[in-house]
DNA sequence: GTCACGACCTGAATC
DNA sequence: AGATTCAGGTCGTGA
């Protein structure tokens, strides 16, 4: 099926699904990543996210800069798709008794979830070009990171990790995100800036989206032939 | 003494006061109680009282119905009358992050003062025809409870425990009370039915009070022959 | 610095 | 089995 396809099936669920997770990976940035400390995956049902990192991406008093999340009168919410389409939100906040940044409310339901233990890394990215847009992972301890350092150009080798989608993305992402459904987002965005997303078949193409060019090389947006679930020996980066 | 005696004495403090104790004792119907947790009597410095009877007794949403307390800017003030007379006010409120209704404020007070410990017992009671009067007793744990369902006709054997008034009345309830002056609000009560409340010496009487023919019986409105302090075996109802 | 208290959160148990 | 209850926690503020 050629790009063609899936741009004019932007509405049908299955194939704008698969493209737009692919889409996905090619435009996220790695932020940072964290070993979990028996805390992070503890009782105290908090993640603490090293200060540096937080103040530069998930700036709180976003006076003056992005607003990376909706702040409601419960405090600032982190929305963040996982490597199978779910979106998980967090509670996030700062707290001065031990001045660190906590990730809180719902991180101990992500815990169980994916069964993170003390020592396993959890990595955050967001979009390129929609810095609203985060993502999170998480690699068993002592697995391969990436092989590039955080943060740099994105070469994506797409792996069954994150493309690997096991359960219908609609169905688990749709209704109760504060986010706009990402299909209806994605369709908002090519309807802004009256274009459609050309994508052309081979081993490279140029995808034209919010105003930019992109070179896309082949692994990137078709995804590798039917990777059967996470195996824990693919690299990300 | 007789009824009568203690009737036109009804301004003298000393008199009247034990009158109205036993008035009060003979009008109290029982609401619920509750076996306090260790949280209860811990450092969380609240009782988390069950919702039904929350919602049934203490009702925060008086839009509807009874008033059963004061409401201002600081939260819904709940008084309590122990024992003693002395008057008790906890700050009453709803927790929406878990549902669940408690006393907050001046209940680490009580706690400590009546040296509450996890397993003893508190509970609630208020006036029979003025449900703005509540009570709160407790007992120790083990120690022998209503014979009697919680909210059923009261059939009060006044014990040490209820009617051992160990401080001048009026010095501890007077000023800081939400509530009239017992006294005052007695007296007022009196004069409104312009009735004077007739208590016949015997083993049984007749008191009229707000408007109601009561038969008391002996045991109700004199204290048992001098019970010399509370000694864990009496039977409240 | 400590403590009481207000608000919020979670897991286990229960309905 | 999803929702509700509540015991046992957390942090932040203010006295």
Not at 137 to 145: K, L, Q, V
Not at 146 to 168: C, H, K, M
């Amino acid at each position: 099926m050629s790009g063609h396809h899936y741009a004019r099936d932007i509405h049908h669920n299955t194939l704008s699904l698969h493209h737009h997770q692919n889409d996905a990976l090619a435009y996220r940035e790695s932020l940072f990543e964290k070993s979990l400390t028996p805390s992070d995956v503890g009782k105290l049902n908090r993640l603490v996210i090293p200060k540096q990192h937080a103040e530069k991406y998930f700036p709180l008093n976003s006076g003056g800069g992005d607003v990376t999340a909706e702040t409601t009168e419960k405090g600032m919410l982190l929305s963040f798709e996982d490597e199978s389409g779910k979106c998980w939100k967090f509670r996030y906040s700062y707290w001065n008794s031990s001045q660190s940044y906590v990730l809180t409310k719902g991180w101990s339901k992500y815990v169980k979830d994916k069964h993170l233990d003390a020592g396993d890394v959890v990595f955050f990215q967001r979009h390129r070009f929609d810095f609203h847009r985060l993502f999170i992972g998480r690699r068993r301890r002592g697995e391969a990171s990436s092989l590039s350092a955080v943060s740099q150009e994105a070469r994506v080798n797409t792996t069954a990790y994150w493309s690997g989608l096991t359960t219908p993305y609609r169905q688990e992402h749709a209704s109760t995100s504060s986010y706009p459904n990402i299909h209806q987002e994605y369709s908002q965005y090519v309807g802004e800036v009256a274009e459609t997303p050309t994508v052309v078949a081979g081993s490279s193409r140029t995808v034209r989206l919010f105003g930019v060019n992109l070179e896309c090389h082949g692994d990137v947006v078709e995804p590798p032939p039917c990777s059967d679930g996470y195996n824990g020996q693919h690299i990300y980066y």
